[in-house]
């Protein structure tokens, strides 16, 4: 009776096996069908739980889930199960591993060799900023590419050190050539003697996308006009021109022409025309290097009071006084949110605004070497 009980126990043991077995199989098959017809995400999905949900070890499984993830744009995930398939004796995978994955190890020591700061540097808690990299450049070993991009992601914020002149830009800086791939599309370069050009940057851990267009005067040592946008504004194709619309306080409008048919056309009915506001960052009132007109201080009260309108208005009923205004200094220096702080009357508030939207562009405030937004403010008399 004994070994009739133990033969029905394994009969119902294999049966079960079988068909868990079995059941599993269907699971990766629908996983390769998904693939082939480019459902990457349910193909993901799939071979992710063949793996751990049956703890299978399997080379093909862990290689055909790396390029699921490579084109889910996870490249995190994709470095991760290649390595794995490697270390279960891929050669392929290996190859890959090696081509696709371990230069960005090297990227890091590189950039970790050539900033001896990196020593002095500490982010919060006290966790030494050599160490940090150490644990990267190991983790990058194992397939995890993105550990040191994924602080950067959720903005962990790191100390300013007093060994550094500007942490805020070395921080953007590793971020910048540490975690994003970039891609410069010429578009054109004899348009009124501008050279236009798109730069796609691609995060390496995420599908993120920024898109910068670009205008670069020929022949001119004038700095190039950027334009920044993300994935949200330009989905697919070459941005042709980029509208600027005013700036309302920390408001600005861009009209943005963007060919989506990607071929460069000049056919401006292939635009999509993208309308979108960006908020800019608060102006400062004090900075290390305060913005001024591009010129001697006495040329630019004598061009100043030139161009001075006095309202009829004001004349005939004898009005003078001064007149604060209040301005905006742009990065790029020109004067953007112009509005008197008071008016003495007879015109001379409206007066003095036209004078001061009249301004050339100035030399932009700087803080910490960079360019930013500096609110301003300049007395014009009537007398």
């Known amino acids: 009776m004994k070994n009739i009980a133990l033969f029905i126990i394994s009969l119902l043991f294999s049966i079960t096996s079988f068909a868990q077995t079995s059941y599993m199989e269907e699971i990766y098959k629908k996983g390769v069908s998904n693939f082939i017809f480019e459902n990457y995400k349910t193909a993901d999905s799939l071979f992710s739980l063949y793996i751990n949900k049956y703890d299978k070890i399997d080379i093909d499984a862990y290689y055909n889930l790396a390029v699921s993830k490579l084109k889910l744009a996870d490249t995190c995930g994709f470095c991760h199960n290649l390595w794995k398939a490697s270390v279960l004796g891929d050669l392929e995978a290996n190859d890959l591993f090696k ?14 060799k050539t900033n001896d700061s990196l020593n002095s540097l500490r982010p919060e808690k006290e966790l030494s900023y050599n160490y940090l990299f150490d644990l990267a450049i190991y983790k990058s070993e194992v397939g995890d590419i993105c550990f040191l991009c994924n602080i950067f992601e959720n903005d962990i914020s790191f100390s300013v050190n007093k060994n550094l002149n500007d942490t805020v830009s070395f921080i953007d800086d590793l971020e910048k050539n540490i975690c994003w791939l970039q891609q410069v599309h010429y578009v054109d370069s004899i348009d009124n003697k501008i050279r236009i050009f798109n730069t796609i940057n691609t995060h390496i851990c995420t599908a993120k996308k920024q898109y910068v267009y ?14 920044l946008f993300e994935t949200s504004e330009v989905q697919k194709g070459y941005i042709m021109k980029v509208v600027e619309g005013n700036i309302i306080e920390n408001i600005k409008d861009y009209k943005l022409y963007i060919d989506t048919t990607e071929t460069k056309s000049k056919d401006t009915s292939k635009y999509e025309i993208k309308i979108c506001k960006k908020e800019l960052p608060p102006p400062l009132d004090f900075v290390e290097e305060m913005p001024n007109y591009r010129g001697s201080e006495s040329t630019f009260l004598t061009n ?64 910490n070497g960079k360019p930013v937004r500096v609110r301003y403010s300049l007395p014009v008399k009537f007398d």
């Open 304 to 367: 100043l009071y030139k161009n001075l309108k006095y309202p009829e208005e004001a004349i005939n009923k004898k009005i003078s006084g001064t007149v604060i205004v209040n301005f905006i200094v742009e990065i790029d220096g020109r004067i953007t949110n112009v509005k008197a702080l008071n008016d003495i009357g007879g015109g001379c508030g409206l007066a003095a605004e036209n004078l001061i939207k009249s301004l050339p562009k100035w030399n932009p405030g700087k803080q």
């Open 99 to 112: 081509e696709s994955c371990l230069p960005y190890k090297e990227k890091l020591k590189q950039f970790y």
């Open 214 to 227: 670009s205008q670069e005067e020929i022949r001119s040592s004038s700095s190039d006009n950027n334009f």
